[in-house]
């Protein structure tokens, strides 16, 4: 038996020598390159050239089989990889990384044809075909390695299965939150609707019997003006019509929220003398409070193009509030000039209780108060949020600039 083997051994090497030899010295000396790569694709299939693996070498029937059986088991596995990759991206369209699928695919594919060229060998010795393939892998790896190389750094981004997890949990939470902040928005809006649709009506009904108190108070002090025996009745007269006042002024604040907040609040603009109005709204400041004195500065010929009753009440609100604000003896600075941008800015300062830094963004809000105090200080909280409005409307801006406990400068332009 190992005698026929060693005489099959003797037999193939003699063939291979013989073929082998004579044929590669042959085409290495006599060709150039490119009739050498000419030849190589016009006879990628040609087997003349070498014989079967089984004839090259001394192959024990053994030794071949395993090289056989193996490349053939490696090209089965590595046809199959690639089938199994085919079939999740065909799937799975949304798969990150798509190309570097395709690229494994090609590659895999590639590499197990290289070992079943390999097994084929032992009886068709196409190495032509064989060093091509091998070339083709060769570029389909470094591309690759390319691909994946610049891939890696988004593949180290994407998140593991727990922290998508964690995610989805963290975002129902929040959106659980935001359903819960929109009822309670809902409820809080349904609420304001009420507040507002309850002042409209309740404003409207006061207005007609203040005017008629109002009326007969002022028959009462022209009565007390005249007889001398209603003299005594006279002080409770003016405090009385002084009360009266206060209600009205509410009842009209009451009565521009709702006009603000349908959207009806006209302005009748008409060109009127900034410094003669501002002397009006100090004048009537002047009956109830002798204590503040008020500085006036600007230029009296100043001519202003807006609403003069919606500005008197702007003006007003924020003269009383400097006085209101800065309990006891104060000075309070009124100033306006005309800006470099055309319009004019009015200002008033006080040295009062001043503002916190971080109330001074609320101010300007429906009913918003710093000091809810109202044995220290009356109020509602509107005449701001009004006097913004009335600004806002007239194309200007409205703002304060306050040191709590030093005191505030509202301002606005107009
Ligand atoms: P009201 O004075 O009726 O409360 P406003 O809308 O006029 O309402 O003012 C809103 C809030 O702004 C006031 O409650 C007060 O806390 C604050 N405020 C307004 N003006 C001044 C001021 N000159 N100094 C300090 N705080 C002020």
């Known amino acids: 038996m190992l005698a026929k083997t060693k005489e099959n051994f003797s037999a193939s090497k003699m063939v291979c020598d013989s073929l082998c030899s004579s044929k590669k010295v042959s085409v290495k000396i006599k060709a150039g390159f490119f009739d050498q790569v000419k030849d190589f694709f016009s006879r990628i299939f040609d087997t003349s050239d070498w014989p079967a693996r089984w004839h090259c070498g001394n192959w024990t029937d053994f030794h071949g089989w ?139 009904e006061l207005k007609t019997p203040i005017t008629s108190v109002k009326a007969s108070l002022q028959i009462l002090q022209r009565m007390a003006d005249k007889n001398e025996n209603l003299a005594p009745v006279a002080p409770f007269v003016d405090k009385a019509a002084r009360q009266v006042n206060k209600l009205t002024a509410i009842v009209h604040e009451l009565l521009d929220v709702t006009r603000i907040q349908a959207g009806r609040l006209e302005l009748d603009k008409t060109d009127f003398n900034l410094a003669e109005l501002i002397a009006e709204c100090v004048d009537q400041c002047r009956l109830d409070d002798k204590e503040h004195h008020i500085q006036i500065n600007g230029d009296k010929d100043l001519m202003v193009y807006a609403d003069r009753n919606r500005i008197d009440q702007v003006l007003c609100n924020l003269l009383t509030n400097a006085i209101k604000y800065s309990p006891g003896e104060g000075l309070i600075k009124v100033a306006f000039e005309k800006q470099e941008n055309g319009l004019v800015r009015v200002s008033v300062a006080d040295n009062g209780i001043g503002i916190p830094e971080d109330k001074t963004g609320d101010i300007f809000d429906r009913f918003y108060r710093v000091e809810n105090r109202p044995q220290y200080y009356s109020g509602i909280g509107l005449g701001l949020f009004i006097s913004s409005e009335i600004i806002k409307r007239h194309g200007g801006e409205i703002g304060v600039e306050s040191i709590l406990g030093k005191g505030s400068t509202f301002w606005f332009t107009v």
């Open 66 to 204: 395993l090289y056989i059986i193996s490349d053939s088991v490696i090209w089965a596995a590595y046809f199959a990889i690639p089938l199994l990759l085919f079939s999740i991206v065909k799937k799975r369209k949304d798969i990150p990384f798509l190309s570097i699928f395709w690229l494994f695919i090609a590659f895999i594919m590639l590499c197990g044809t290289t070992h079943l060229i390999d097994a084929l060998i032992f009886w068709w010795p196409v190495y032509r075909l064989s060093a091509l393939v091998k070339m083709a892998t060769g570029i389909v790896s470094v591309i690759t390695v390319y691909a994946l190389y610049k891939t890696i750094p988004a593949i180290q981004k994407l998140r593991t299965v727990d922290q998508l997890e964690t995610q989805i949990e963290e975002r129902k939470k929040a959106e659980q939150e935001a359903r819960h902040l929109q009822v309670l928005k809902q409820a809080a809006e349904d609420l304001m609707a009420k507040k507002d649709e309850f002042m409209s009506i309740a404003s409207h």
